[in-house]
């Protein structure tokens, strides 16, 4: 009886609310990075300096990846979600405290070595840009590295409060941490320079951090430096094969951004601005529904209640289609004007519109399986298996490089983006493959939904595609409010034309969107 309420409550309930509260904030937070990405080409345009800047945060990311993103849902959550049923919850302070100070020690040691080889590691990632650009990007990177102990830190937290249940202020701080350059650059752009980007990104840092800090209040967390604890010989099993899977993806993404400075000193701008729609749809849809659902999916894993995993899978999956397929479709359509509204003003100009828009659209070909990759990945994780996504990861890296290598001499900065695609869709099919060999059909209705939004989803971009090239020739593109207007009325138009034919062929998903909108006005 217990697991039967369980699995009605959480998946519906629980796994819903969670999602719309990292939705809403992913809402926010892609708002505030393409407010972010406004400020970036206009103070800066798409140079050089800007390429700079983009190579030393690929490396804070990274090694962000490296030391617990990737830890973040494939140890941290599950080990920790254990540790927080009422049978356990007496421990999870300690932990969660061991936790916390073993992997603050080694971002320190990572920021050090930052500062120690950062000549190096531009020249490995960026050795195809000229010699003032990688004495720039040196410089950033040596600035931006305490945000990577800073990053790391935050990660932490957030795996705690997501562990908890707790998503409201790890979310906010995720939303508001673009707030960082947006305040800083305007304020001190012409003192500092493309250096004000890099202290947005340490001020961004700190805002994140703060959020996450009052909902630990009570908890108990203080450093510990118990690392005999089995916890931490846990969390490392689960993580060792994320850590080679991260290794070789940062290979990958070096051999990228190394190829990309190859083709253009502005390639790596028109690259970052591209990637900021891109993430668009993929944070707001993929990134929160997966986050959102892996607490129960680990509990469900846990207990072996396979009905209840399979149950929330499948609702992640079908919700996942029902949102990133028009999404993706418009974007494609509406890349041009998408990009000259975001970033074709000061200093950014119709050529590197040209350039971005195309970027974009190839990369769009990957945004789909991107998307339904996620979930599949956490599903794994959830299940303690986290060898399985490791090892496809690093296969998908040799698609990539099959791929990129190939078409560089043909498509140049195209090409690479066309393998970023070709390596999401190799990567996703092969998980839904294994996961069918380990438990069958999912039998939650995702192929029809996905089926069913791809059909709908072509058909509204046939409508988009012809209201824009309508209001194309009458408004033009000189000016804010015609650049504005031919890009939300087709959205609008489209979005329309897809709810009304999911809601004629009663997609479900549908129905619970309605529902939960009708609660909310109702509060």
Do not use: C
Not at 156 to 175: K, M, P, Q, S
């Amino acid at each position: 009886m217990s697991q039967a309420v369980e699995q009605s409550e959480e998946p519906g309930a629980s796994v819903a609310r969670n999602a719309a509260v990292l939705s809403a904030a992913s809402i926010v937070s892609r708002v505030l990075g393409m407010v972010r990405e406004i400020i970036i080409p206009h103070y800066f345009g798409a140079t050089g300096m800007v390429s700079a800047f983009r190579l030393s945060e690929f490396v804070v990311r990274t090694l962000y990846d490296l030391l617990v993103g990737g830890m973040l849902s494939a140890a941290l959550v599950p080990v920790l979600s254990d540790y927080w049923r009422p049978e356990r919850r007496a421990e999870f302070a300690h932990v969660a405290s061991i936790i916390l100070t073993a992997v603050a020690l080694i971002a320190a040691a990572a920021v050090l070595g930052i500062e120690i080889f950062a000549e190096q590691i531009i020249f490995l990632i960026g050795g195809n840009l000229e010699a003032e650009y990688q004495s720039v990007a040196v410089d950033l990177m040596r600035l931006t590295a305490p945000a990577v102990w800073v990053f790391t830190s935050s990660g932490v937290l957030a795996g705690i409060l997501f562990a908890r249940e707790r998503f409201t202020l790890v979310a906010l701080g995720d939303a508001l941490y673009n707030l960082g350059v947006i305040l800083i650059v305007p304020l001190f752009h012409d003192q500092w320079g493309v250096a004000s980007l890099a202290v947005g990104i340490l001020v961004g840092s700190l805002i994140q951090i703060g959020f996450r800090l009052p909902e630990l209040r009570g908890l108990g967390i203080r450093p510990n430096f118990d690392f005999r604890h089995p916890i931490l010989r846990k969390v490392w099993h689960l993580y060792l094969p994320i850590l080679v899977s991260v290794l070789v993806g940062m290979v990958q993404g070096g051999i990228d951004r190394r190829l990309a400075s190859g083709t253009g000193a502005a390639s790596l701008a028109y690259m970052g601005t591209a990637t900021t729609l891109y993430q668009f749809p993929h944070g707001l849809v993929a990134v929160a529904i997966s986050m959102a659902a892996l607490p129960s999916l680990s509990r469900f894993a846990a207990r072996q209640n396979w009905s209840g995993y399979r149950h929330t899978l499948g609702a992640a999956l079908r919700v996942v289609m029902v949102l990133v397929v028009p999404a993706t479709i418009g974007l494609w359509v509406l890349a041009e004007p998408a990009v000259r509204l975001l970033a074709e003003h000061g200093k950014f100009t119709a050529v590197d519109t040209l350039w971005t828009y195309q970027v974009l659209r190839y990369y769009l070909v990957g945004l789909i399986f991107a998307s339904v990759d996620w979930p599949l990945n956490f599903s794994f994780y959830a299940r303690g298996d986290s060898k399985t996504p490791a090892i496809v990861g690093i296969i998908s890296v040799f698609v990539y490089l099959a791929v990129a290598l190939s078409l560089l001499d043909t498509l140049s900065l195209l090409g690479l983006a066309l393998a970023n695609g070709v390596m999401h869709a190799a990567h996703a099919t092969m998980m839904a493959f294994l996961l069918y060999r380990w438990g069958g059909r999912l039998h939650q209705g995702v192929l029809r939904t996905s089926l069913l939004t791809l059909m709908a989803g072509l058909i509204m971009g046939v409508f988009v595609y012809v209201s824009a090239e309508v209001l194309l020739q009458v408004l033009g593109t000189a000016g804010l409010v015609p650049r504005v207007l031919v890009l939300l009325i087709p959205g609008m138009l489209g979005a329309i034309v897809y709810y009304l034919i999911l809601r004629v062929l009663r997609v479900p998903e549908i129905g619970m969107f309605e529902g939960r909108f009708r609660r909310m006005i109702k509060r």
